[in-house]
């Protein structure tokens, strides 16, 4: 798994159990990027931030197991 991932997970904090959790962290990932592209002026800096988080919401997806895997420990 990449390490911007594992810190991304080391960063979130669980705020339910189950099946949900896993919504959450995407959700904390999608607002963590949206900081970076709310504080950017440039249209072309904002785009590349859309583009990485979306990027970012489509890995996790594909790798929900995994990453369910690891808010788990």
Known sequence: ????IKQLIKGFKLKSKGTLKFGD???YCYHAFD???NS???GKS????????QNLINY????EKKITLELSK
């Open 25 to 27: 962290f995407i959700s």
């Open 60 to 63: 996790l997806i594909v790798n």
């Open 35 to 37: 900081d970076k592209v």
């Open 40 to 42: 950017k002026k440039s």
């Open 46 to 53: 904002i785009n590349n931030y859309n583009i990485m988080r």
């Open 1 to 4: 798994m990449e390490r911007s």
